[in-house]
């Protein structure tokens, strides 16, 4: 089986910074791309920023120049660093990835993160 744990929420005040961590465990023969969701309530899901496996990394417009998304691959964990954080950014954030099973690579999985809660003060 093969799963996805988040970790780094909580509160912050506005102007502050988190880490979150999502790391991926299980038969994993590849991930391919990684990255992370968010929702508020009341909005639909978006994605906020992911990584392919050699590096590439995609930002939504929102939070280009305050957060850095980053992969370790060895590790099978990707990370969220949010600087400059706004109470707009207040929401669930979801880890995402695409995933081979590596007792069968031609098996392709989209798995998603049980989700962490970040809450921006201001």
């Known amino acids: 089986q093969v799963q996805l744990a988040e970790s780094g929420g909580g509160l912050v005040q506005a102007g502050g910074s988190l880490r979150l961590s999502c790391a991926a465990s299980?038969?994993?023969?590849?991930?391919?791309?990684m990255g992370w969701y968010r929702q508020a309530p009341g909005k639909q899901r978006e994605l906020v920023a992911a990584?392919?496996?050699?590096?590439?990394?995609y930002y939504t417009d929102s939070v280009k120049g305050r957060f850095t998304i980053s992969r370790d691959n060895a590790k099978n964990t990707v990370y969220l660093d949010m600087n400059s954080l706004k109470p707009e950014d207040t929401s669930v954030y979801y880890c995402?990835?695409?995933?081979?099973?590596?007792?069968?690579?031609?098996?392709?999985?989209?798995?998603w993160g049980k989700g962490t809660l970040v809450t921006v003060s201001s």
């Open positions: 990584m392919t496996y050699g590096g590439r990394p």
């Open positions: 299980g038969s994993i023969f590849n991930i391919n791309n």
């Open positions: 995402n990835a695409d995933i081979q099973d590596k007792t069968d690579p031609a098996r392709v999985m989209d798995i």
